[in-house]
């Protein structure tokens, strides 16, 4: 699992763990049952405090994202978990805001954008089928 | 290694470990080899007027000139009579040296710093000290007992003084007081030490100052409880350096500041450059080495009551009063030893003018340091007069 | 060797010290908890150094007092520093030693000494046995100062700018050592330093100093919870710095300034709007922001 922290925007450190795993887990590079690693291990590799891992494990424990298993580490739950989704709309959500402020910036209107976004869709989609 | 005790002897033994494997190899080298060359010289350095000897042996009639071979004589015929002895109080010096546990510190430039990570370990004060002051008291005695009895001094003879052991043993334990006492003051602390020494090297002509039964064990005793207290109050930081306020430095200070606001030349610059980096302190520092140690001199003859400086006394301390602090004062403000060459390289100064603005300040200030010190002369004088009548 | 009983590991009340005419410590006070990071901030010459060098009693307190683990570090060096792991800020190892004497000499002082975790930390520091000590890098000494002071896994680990004039990866290795000690053991560690995104990544609690006392203390998240930076957006550029009642320091020029906040965020919006600026973005400030902030707003 290759996360990364940075102290630069003043964003709490627990916050971009927990925000990065559910990234990852909504973009299936973590698959529900996939451990992920424990405390200690994962406070190592980013060199930042345990118990800022611990926290931010807490966390997406709270949020049903993962599971702690009895003595044998901390897993990624079901996707069928409704809390899921949610995070996953709420990640596309602020995906979406930042690029209709950008719209707005090169002064391209809604309507036009959507139209823009469907386009996009349907000359991906039969290459998928493909 | 398993106890700090050991720790801290391998530590010194380490440290120091070729100069004192030099140091025993001197005293076998004199003791199997000394005897011999005086056999071959015709010289017996066990007789009573040895001294004499040697001296008859510099007036050898006939040969005036001055030749490369007769001047290598003359040096062989001074090894032979003050060989031992220099060596003696060289390598005594040196293990003093050695027990201060002091090192020269880059960072500070000071050259007695005691090791901030000793303090930092996990031993108390008084283990420490006595460590160092026991081993310190011990390696002077056995290092004297070798010179002594393994190798012949025929200075010895003559000057008994040196033959005394406790003077020695006193002597560490003053360096020891002084150096770890006044490490909040090097160079108050440089001008004691050099006092001190200067009192133990010329303690010959001190005779009953040494021999009086009061003046060295009361120096014995100040100097370990000064080692003592000094120890402690440096480990915790509660002796702190103050500035000495030189009132003749503010004087001069302002003196310059009334002159004109701009250099007329880089020469003239780079003369006050050296005039306020190192010569208008220098002339001070040397002025107070010639001063101390007949002040410290007088000090103890008052304390004890053992009377004034005689007249002979005073006129051998003249050479060192006039002409030794001049020397140092010219051999250090003109080496070439430079802390901030980096910053002189980059002003666009030739090299010789740069040598000239040296010269010029050391030159100012051996002047005015001969004046001082040729005016103390009548103070002792009078006061010695004064002692007669 | 048992361990004191005492709740904190570092207790400091009212200290101050003067150097000279400079007080170095004013009034200060502070606690460092057991099993905690602690991180000490502050400009240099703020009084940090200072600070641990009562904690080591290499300096007396004037006034005050100081307890390390319940005792008194002057009164009782040996119970103290044997307890301690310290690495100063000069790292003045000696220099005609080599590394597996240092290691050899330093275990004789320390009962605790663990020699195989001395060779595994040695591998692990890629620090040459042969090698002496006045031929390492920089980056190697500092490795060395660490490696004596965790081989006998003191209950403390103080470091004094640990990562000051060392490369990003002599940086890590001292990192990963604070978060390992703490970490595997429970055991404490107090480090200074002005490298804030260090602190902002290991540190539990931390203080901030300046002038000689202590002007923030708390946890972190608290910390960077309590302030906001605030942009705002003024109708006309302003020429010099608006004055906002309520923020730590505003930057900025023309229309959009930027301030941080302690606390009285609503206090700044509200007379930010008096003066005819709206608030365009908001977040949490950085530890650095914070800092420079503060160092802004004491100054004046």
Redesign the interface.
């Known amino acids: 699992m290759q996360l990364h922290?940075s102290?630069?925007?003043?964003?709490?450190?627990?916050w971009q763990i927990a925000n990065q795993v559910k990234y990852l887990v909504a973009s299936g590079r973590l698959a529900p049952g996939d451990e992920i690693p424990p405390i200690?291990v994962l406070?190592?590799q980013l060199?930042?405090?345990?118990?800022?891992v611990a926290?931010a494990y807490l966390e997406l424990e709270r949020e049903g994202v993962v599971q702690k298993r009895h003595g044998s580490g901390t897993y990624i739950s079901d996707t069928g978990s409704p809390l899921a989704r949610k995070e996953r709309l709420k990640i596309l959500s602020e995906r979406v805001d930042a690029l209709l402020a950008e719209a707005r910036h090169l002064q391209v209107e809604p309507l036009e954008l959507m139209r823009l976004i469907k386009d996009r869709s349907q000359s991906i989609q039969p290459k998928e089928a493909k | 290694m398993h106890t700090p005790v050991a720790a801290l002897a391998w530590e010194l033994w380490h440290k120091h470990r070729t100069r004192l494997i030099s140091v025993i190899g001197l005293i076998l080298a004199f003791a199997l080899v000394y005897p011999k060359l005086c056999a071959q010289a015709g010289f017996d350095p066990h007789g009573s007027n040895a001294l004499d000897e040697i001296v008859k042996k510099f007036a050898h009639p006939g040969v005036s000139d001055l030749s490369a071979l007769r001047v290598l004589q003359i040096l062989y015929i001074m090894f032979l009579a003050c060989g031992p002895a220099l060596a003696m109080i060289l390598t005594l010096l040196y293990i003093m040296w050695v027990f201060t546990f002091t090192e020269f510190d880059p960072s500070t430039k000071d050259p007695l710093r005691f090791p901030a990570r000793l303090f930092t370990l996990p031993i108390s004060t008084p283990f420490l000290f006595w460590w160092l002051w026991l081993g310190g008291m011990a390696a002077v005695a056995m290092l004297y007992a070798s010179w002594v009895y393994f190798v012949h001094q025929p200075y010895l003879d003559t000057f008994e003084v040196y033959q005394n052991c406790f003077a020695w043993m006193t002597f560490m334990a003053l360096t020891q007081g002084i150096v770890w006492s006044l490490a909040a003051w090097p160079i108050t602390r440089m001008l004691l030490l050099m006092a001190v020494l200067f009192g133990l090297l010329f303690s010959p002509a001190q005779r009953d100052i040494i021999e009086s039964p009061f003046v060295l064990p009361s120096l014995f005793v100040l100097g370990l409880v000064l080692a003592r207290v000094g120890l402690e109050k440096m480990r915790h930081g509660q002796w702190q350096p103050w500035i000495w306020k030189w009132p003749f430095a503010s004087m001069s200070a302002r003196a310059e500041l009334r002159g004109p606001k701009e250099f007329a030349s880089p020469a003239q610059a780079q003369l006050w450059f050296e005039w306020r980096r190192s010569a208008r302190g220098l002339c001070f520092i040397a002025g107070g080495l010639a001063l101390i140690p007949v002040a410290l001199h007088l000090l103890v003859r008052l304390t004890f009551g053992l009377g004034p400086i005689s007249y002979d006394t005073l006129f051998g301390f003249a050479g060192y009063l006039v002409a030794i602090p001049i020397f140092l004062h010219f051999c250090v403000a003109a080496s070439p030893a430079r802390t901030d060459a980096s910053f002189l390289m980059l002003r666009p100064l030739t090299n010789g003018q740069m040598m000239m603005a040296m010269l010029k300040a050391t030159a100012i200030t051996t002047i005015f340091l001969g004046w001082s010190c040729f005016c103390r002369w009548p103070p002792c004088h009078c006061w010695e007069i004064s002692a007669r009548w | 060797m048992n361990s004191s009983n005492a709740p904190h590991a570092v207790e400091v009340t009212c200290l101050s010290r003067k150097f000279g005419s400079k007080l170095a410590l004013n009034q200060l006070s502070l606690q460092v908890r057991r099993g905690r990071?602690f991180g000490l901030v502050g400009a240099n010459g703020a009084g940090k150094t200072t600070l641990i060098k009562h904690l080591l009693g290499r300096l007396k307190a004037e006034s005050g007092s100081v307890r390390v683990f319940g005792f008194d570090p002057v009164a009782e060096p040996v119970g103290v520093l044997s307890r301690i792991g310290y690495l100063s800020e000069n790292r003045d190892l000696p220099g005609w030693m080599r590394v597996d004497e240092l290691l050899r000499y330093t275990a004789a002082f320390y009962p605790n000494w663990d020699p195989a975790y001395a060779e595994e930390l040695r591998r692990q520091f890629n620090l040459d046995s042969g090698a002496k000590i006045k031929t390492l890098s920089r980056g190697e000494n500092a490795k060395a100062g660490l490696l004596i002071a965790l081989a006998y896994r003191p209950e403390m680990l103080l470091l004094d700018e640990p990562s000051s004039g060392l490369d990003p990866v002599v940086r890590?290795d001292i990192?990963?050592a604070i978060?390992?000690t703490?970490?595997?053991e429970g055991r404490t560690v107090l480090f200074s330093s002005h490298l804030?995104?260090e602190v902002?990544?290991?540190?539990?609690d931390l203080a901030m100093m300046f002038n000689g006392q202590v002007v923030l203390a708390g946890q972190v998240?608290e910390v960077?919870?309590n302030h906001r930076?605030l942009v705002f957006r003024f109708d006309s550029p302003q020429s010099s710095a608006p004055k906002v009642p309520g923020v730590l320091s505003i930057t900025g020029g023309g229309q959009e300034w930027t301030a941080i906040c302690n606390g009285k965020r609503d206090e700044a919006v509200a007379a930010a709007a008096r003066a005819g600026g709206r608030v365009v973005e908001e977040?949490?400030?950085?530890?650095?922001?914070i800092f420079v902030a503060w160092a802004g707003a004491k100054s004046k």
């Open positions: 922290v102290t630069a925007d003043g964003v709490p450190i627990y200690r406070a190592h060199l930042v405090n345990p118990n800022t926290r | 990071v890590r990192l990963e978060i390992r703490v970490a595997d804030l995104e902002e990544r290991v540190a539990d998240d960077k919870e930076r977040g949490p400030p950085s530890l650095d922001e």
